[in-house]
């Protein structure tokens, strides 16, 4: 039997030894539907894969992109969407799973627009967490469900009226925001943390390295650190669902909104 909030009430299989739960044993993918589409299907199908292999999981042979696909349709009919979807190891067993066998659930929910929209909600202020720190290694650039770090930086940016953070490594590099990757313009050169730093390995992130230029500036990667941020001409933060967020200030330092507009046209291009 299981105790809820003192109430006694029976177990539900599907979720009674979701290891998920207790363990964080999961990885997940958050993916925009657009009109209808699935924005950037391959890379989120690839990234899903690599994750589970990391976690050692074992990938059933019926796991194709057209499989998750049609998961993701079946799952909400809705043209704009943002869906989310999350593999658990399914075994029994404490820290020793039984098994490596994988079972998953996808939810979906309503989105406005089908298009990325540069927020003009101002201000949009930021500064350091500092309490704890995301490790330098490869479990932190998979989307796993341990997102301890997050959490908690994200109720310090909520008691200290902020409306992020960026978290540092252990090496106190810049290296992510609370939901999503971390850009900073300085002169000519657009700069992203390098996945070695800690870095989560992003949707929107892996395009723009792709496109490798934007109006003549270079887009590479390159640790920052703390001082960079101050030193920065503009930030801004970028996730599967909302594309672009500028940040306008950290500290004492305000910034413009100059080329996050520019790169919110070219991801509508890729959607």
């Not at 960026?166 to 990757?181: D, M, Q």
Request: hydrophobic share 40%.
């Amino acid at each position: 039997m299981i105790n809820y909030n003192g109430k006694i009430i029976a177990p539900l299989d599907e979720f009674s030894l979701n290891r998920g739960f207790y363990y964080a044993d999961a990885v997940f993918e958050t993916i925009k539907l657009s009109n209808g589409k699935i924005a950037f299907l391959e890379d989120h199908y690839f990234r899903l894969m690599a994750s589970m292999r990391i976690l050692r999981m074992r990938i059933p042979n019926y796991f194709t992109m057209e499989w998750m696909a049609e998961e993701i349709h079946k799952t909400t009919q809705a043209t704009n969407a943002r869906v989310k979807i999350v593999v658990y190891r399914d075994a029994t067993g404490y820290y020793t799973p039984a098994t490596n066998e994988v079972s998953y659930v996808i939810e979906a929910t309503l989105l406005d627009s089908e298009k990325y929209i540069l927020s003009d909600s101002l201000p949009y202020e930021v500064e350091l967490f500092k309490d704890f720190y995301i490790p330098a290694n490869l479990l932190s650039t998979i989307k796993s469900t341990n997102k301890q770090v997050q959490v908690l930086a994200a109720v310090f940016a909520k008691e200290n009226d902020y409306q992020n953070c960026f978290l540092l490594n252990e090496h106190k590099n810049v290296v992510e925001a609370i939901n999503g990757n971390i850009f900073i313009l300085k002169e000519k050169e657009l700069v992203t943390p390098p996945l070695t730093d800690g870095a989560l390995n992003g949707i929107i992130r892996k395009q723009l390295l792709q496109k490798k230029e934007i109006n003549d500036i270079k887009i590479l990667e390159k640790t920052i650190s703390s001082f960079d941020l101050q030193l920065a001409d503009e930030i801004f933060i970028t996730n599967t669902i909302h594309g672009v967020v500028s940040v306008t200030k950290y500290r004492k330092k305000e910034f413009t909104t100059q080329l996050a507009p520019l790169v919110v046209d070219y991801l509508n291009t890729l959607i």
